[in-house]
């Protein structure tokens, strides 16, 4: 295996929870409002030091999108996903855009994401469910 070269950000920017690789610029979020699987996420313009996985179809809320999982360089941890395709013409803008799982990464500030935050400050109850 070889020497991994990490790519260092400067300015306000998302990393690996897991690790702290830079992944993202806070300049490059194009939007806020995407959900995953786990709660939010992050729509951003680039993404640095992440690998990316096989393409396959998924049926997501706005309609069948060809994606790839992507995963941090520097640990292997899957971070979230790139489009690569989009079926319906009004999502075509998302083509070549990274995905990033909130869960996933660090904020700016350090800050971790909880999905059980999440879950208590909408008033769900996973035992209900």
Not at 58 to 75: E, K, N, P, Q, Y
Request: aromatic share 10%.
């Amino acid at each position: 295996m070889g020497r991994l070269f990490a790519i260092s950000l400067e300015g306000k920017i998302y990393s690996c929870k897991h690790c702290k690789t830079h992944l993202a610029l806070v300049d490059d979020i194009l939007s806020k409002s995407f959900h995953c699987r786990h709660g939010k996420a992050y729509l951003f313009h680039n993404v640095v030091n992440v690998t990316l996985g096989e393409k396959e179809e998924r049926i997501m809320i706005t309609g069948l999108h060809t994606v790839a999982d992507i995963f941090c360089v520097s640990c292997g941890s899957m971070v979230g996903w790139r489009y690569e395709a989009a079926q319906e013409k009004s999502q075509k803008y998302k083509e070549g855009k990274f995905i990033l799982e909130r869960f996933q990464i660090l904020g700016p500030d350090g800050s971790n994401y909880s999905i059980a935050l999440e879950a208590q400050i909408g008033g769900s109850d996973a035992d209900d469910a």
